[in-house]
């Protein structure tokens, strides 16, 4: 189990769009198995790339909160791409492992379809909904550099962002 450094905002590798992969390959595999075991370790229930400063479009997701050993559903994507989104929304509290402590309601298409190469390597298509839904929009916006907080109203975000500001000077 190796559990990688997560990068914090304000670091500019969040603001970077990260490059497709050519393949799944074993290296990629053990690049996604330690990326889960980040995630669960934090804990969180999505985490992309980028976050461990790694600059290729892969993802992994969890939605299952707080589950046990036996309930745990990992979700493996390299090069997502969203490949449609429902005219209805949802609003959802997001948070994010890069900006600790902060949480916001956040509106997103309430469905998407996400296409991916797999765990293995395959070609696949899933429909998403709820909030899994949110969770792959979001994790696909850090692959473009995008963080959930752009998605607020400026004024919503000073708030936040004096806070987040606060709390880091804090806890260093
Ligand atoms: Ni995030």
Redesign the pocket.
């Known amino acids: 189990m190796t559990i990688l450094p997560i990068i914090k905002h304000a670091n500019e590798i969040l603001r970077v769009t990260c490059e497709p992969i050519a393949a799944v390959t074993d290296q990629v595999r053990a690049f996604m198995d330690n990326m889960l075991d980040t995630m669960y370790d934090a804990p969180?229930i999505?985490?992309?790339a980028p976050?461990v400063g790694d600059m290729r479009r892969i993802v992994v997701l969890d939605c299952i909160r707080d589950a046990e050993e036996d309930e745990k559903q990992p979700m493996y994507f390299a090069n997502p791409e969203i490949t449609w989104v429902s005219e209805e929304l949802a609003e959802y509290e997001?948070?994010?492992?890069?900006?600790p402590g902060i949480y916001e309601n956040v509106t997103r298409p309430a469905e998407c379809k996400v296409s991916f190469l797999n765990y293995d390597g395959d070609l696949a298509e899933m429909h998403c909904a709820g909030l899994l839904a949110t969770c792959i929009q979001?994790?696909v916006?850090?692959l473009n550099g995008v963080?959930?907080i752009d998605h607020i109203s400026r004024l919503k975000r000073g708030i936040a962002m004096k806070k987040y500001k606060k709390q880091q000077a804090e806890t260093m």
Do not use: R, Y
């Not at 997001?94 to 900006?99: A, T």
């Open positions: 969180g999505g985490l992309a976050q997001e948070g994010c492992l890069s900006i979001h994790e916006d850090h963080l959930f």
